[in-house]
């Protein structure tokens, strides 16, 4: 495996301060929730845990996308560039799928607290860009 590109540790250290921000509001939202709705939201050890590991799949994945795009730029093959990038992608969305389905599946997680991560870096990315300019 080829060295880490500079600009991948850069966006990986800004997704996983957005998905951090992203977990910490989302248990806050949710801890002001609960007691107007305690039979709908759930805030206990299953949302902190939810919460971690959904971030840390969310990030997980960023990082992955960006070794693999800094892989593949050092493809000259387009074909072979494409078809690893695609590969990429389905392993990525597997690997997010999985963790949905053990989010729903398992009872030690909040299922809403291990979904939400997933959005965060995303959508921190887009906000960021609506505020720089």
């Known amino acids: 495996m080829s060295i880490l590109q500079p600009a991948v540790k850069k966006e990986t250290q800004k997704v996983v301060i957005y998905t951090v ?3 910490i509001l989302m248990w806050i939202v949710l801890f002001l929730l609960r007691p107007a709705m305690p039979d709908k939201i759930v805030f206990d050890y299953t949302t902190i845990l939810a919460g971690i590991i959904g971030g840390g799949v969310a990030v997980l994945n960023f990082f992955l996308m960006g070794i693999s ?3 593949i730029a050092a493809t000259e093959d387009q074909d072979l ?3 690893k990038m ?6 990525r969305m597997a690997l997010q799928l999985i ?3 053990i989010a729903i599946a398992a009872p030690c997680f909040y299922f809403v607290a291990g979904i939400l991560p997933l959005l ?5 990315i887009k906000l960021m860009a609506v505020i720089k300019k």
């Open 81 to 83: 560039a494409k078809k």
């Open 86 to 91: 695609k590969t990429s992608y389905s392993q």
């Open 120 to 124: 965060f870096p995303s959508l921190g």
């Open 99 to 101: 963790w949905v389905v």
């Open 69 to 71: 795009v800094q892989n």
């Open 21 to 23: 921000v992203g977990v």
